[in-house]
């Protein structure tokens, strides 16, 4: 069975930082396009950064979106079969639930949109505020 499962969510203080987990079951993350999204109350689907294949031309290479490049990074430990998504001076507009996605089909053509995904977590909770 294929599944995703995100933890370390919670409330920090602005600035702060955390790390998210997406622990994948039923296929090696290595294989395939791993994002994370993230969605407020009212807003859309957020596609905040993604990791590529390691058997796609990107060779694994790490995407973001703009409001957080610089400040998060992604990392894919392969023996853990886990994706990363370590967040560092953290704003409250950072305030969302906090997706893993897989794309296993491999049709997608644009890591932001969320239909290029096929399965997802059930979402973490990561609340910055003072």
């Known amino acids: 069975q294929v599944q995703l499962v995100e933890s370390g969510g919670g409330l920090v203080q602005p600035g702060g930082s955390l790390r998210l987990p997406c622990a994948a079951s039923?296929?090696?993350?290595?294989?395939?396009?791993i994002g994370w999204f993230r969605q407020a109350p009212g807003k859309e689907r957020e596609g905040v950064s993604c990791?590529?294949?390691?058997?796609?031309?990107?060779?694994?290479?790490?995407r973001y979106a703009d409001s957080v490049k610089g400040r998060f990074t992604i990392s894919r430990d392969n023996a853990k079969n886990t994706v990363y998504l370590q967040m560092n001076s953290l704003k409250p507009e950072d305030t969302a639930v906090y997706y893993c996605?897989?794309?296993?089909?491999?049709?997608?053509?644009?890591?932001?949109?969320?239909?290029?995904?096929?399965?997802w977590g059930q979402g973490t909770q990561v609340t910055v505020s003072s």
């Open positions: 039923g296929f090696t993350v290595d294989y395939y396009l």
């Open positions: 990791v590529t294949s390691s058997v796609s031309s990107r060779g694994g290479s790490p």
């Open positions: 996605a897989a794309d296993l089909v491999g049709y997608g053509s644009n890591w932001t949109r969320p239909e290029t995904y096929d399965y």
